[in-house]
């Protein structure tokens, strides 16, 4: 194989493990802003927090698909109940590891992952962004199909199929998302992690991963297993480069709401790895049991 070739696909190998945890379980992060809106909201008063809420929902926010519908929740709990709610489950027996690769992954993101971001906003119409991560939603949904059966959902399974087919001859290839005016298509989406959630696995240990950010033994497990199983890298032939190519554009895309939504964590936090392992816990648990 050519030098040049072998480090063309080092380099989207990287950049697929860079990002795509957070894609491939869809809504993994969606709670992540409703706790940081909380936090902020006892600093504002009734009239602030309108704008507050307003800002959080720019155009970064709203083209990521897996922040969806999800900004606004007065049913968060609260820091401290969340920290006393969570002391119990999140089992985390190699916290000064974690935290290590925390500290690690912060410094990639600040001088890393945000100049990209910011290089890519600029060279990158909005719509050409939104359209872009509304082709790759689209993609995605024959896994969510079938995380849906593997989980005993087929109603839910009918209505990513047929979001699949509006979006696909009506949206242009997905390009455009015509479902989402149809709310009976739009079912809480489903990944692999959830799907072992749904059979009885357990979380285990909770883990911070180099690039990757929060995970658990499952979820880490999930995403592998999503990589193979995918039925969009079967049904186009695929091979594992190609693959790579597809989910190395799609996470750069998402690129710049993911730095954006970190920012508001690390800087509304007094322990930033704390609120994320707490927050992510939450959000799985609820996932799961929906």
Request: proline share 5%; charged share 25%.
């Amino acid at each position: 194989m050519p030098k040049s070739q072998y480090i063309f696909i080092c380099f989207f190998i990287l950049i697929y493990y860079s990002f795509s945890y957070a894609d491939d379980v869809n809504n993994k992060f969606s709670g992540y802003e409703n706790s940081l809106i909380e936090k902020k909201e006892a600093q504002y008063n009734n009239e602030d927090i309108n704008n507050f809420n307003k800002d959080l929902l720019d155009e970064e926010i709203l083209e990521d698909d897996f922040l969806n519908d999800s900004l606004i929740n007065d049913d968060l709990l609260s820091d401290k109940d969340l920290s006393d709610s969570l002391s119990n489950k999140a089992y985390d027996p190699i916290e000064p590891i974690n935290r290590a690769f925390f500290y690690f992954n912060d410094k990639v993101y600040i001088y890393v992952f945000t100049p990209v971001s910011k290089g890519y906003v600029k060279i990158t119409p909005k719509f050409a962004r939104i359209g872009i991560n509304n082709f790759f939603s689209n993609l995605a949904s024959p896994l969510r199909v079938l995380n849906n059966l593997l989980q005993g959902k087929i109603k839910n399974a009918g209505a990513e199929s047929g979001k699949f087919f509006v979006n696909t001859f009506l949206g242009f290839l997905g390009f455009i998302d015509s479902a989402r005016v149809f709310e009976k298509l739009n079912p809480p989406k489903e990944d692999l992690g959830q799907t072992f959630g749904k059979w009885g696995i357990g979380q285990g240990p909770y883990l911070v991963i180099p690039f990757l950010g929060p995970s658990t033994l499952r979820d880490s497990a999930g995403m592998v297993g999503e990589f193979y199983i995918d039925p969009v890298f079967y049904a186009y032939d695929l091979n594992s480069r190609e693959k790579l190519i597809m989910d190395g554009t799609k996470n750069i895309n998402s690129l710049p709401s993911r730095m954006d939504l970190y920012k508001t964590l690390k800087d509304s936090a007094l322990d930033p790895y704390t609120a994320a392992k707490n927050a992510y816990i939450q959000i799985r648990e609820e996932q799961t049991k929906k």
